[in-house]
Nanobody, 115 residues
């Protein structure tokens, strides 16, 4: 069984920064892909950023140049550094990892950006 624990959400003013963390524990052998998704009220969950085991990354167009995803393989942790936050970034942010073609979700952490 795999557990994901997220932290780092909160309330911030527009233009501010937050750093999200997601630590994985349990039956972890080889994490192929780690990523962050978000879901705003009344909207579908969307991909924010992904990082693969080799280090390659991809980002949603809406966050390119503002958000940075990184991972610490020794700690089985993925991070999302969010800068220049906008009110439209307000959402519940979810961590997701893929191990051996099986996906696991975190519980979500609220990010609220005030204007």
């Amino acid at each position: 069984q795999v557990q994901l624990v997220e932290s780092g959400g909160g309330l911030v003013q527009a233009g501010g920064s937050l750093r999200l963390s997601c630590a994985a524990s349990g039956a972890i052998f080889s994490i192929y892909r780690m990523g962050w998704y978000r879901q705003a009220p009344g909207k579908q969950r969307e991909l924010v950023a992904t990082i693969y085991s080799g280090g390659s990354t991809n980002y949603a167009d809406s966050v390119k140049g503002r958000f940075t995803i990184s991972r610490d393989n020794a700690k089985n942790t993925v991070y999302l550094q969010m800068n220049s936050l906008k009110p439209e970034d307000t959402a519940v942010y979810y961590c997701r990892i893929v191990i051996m073609a099986t996906g696991y979700w975190g519980q979500g952490t609220q990010v609220t950006v005030s204007s």
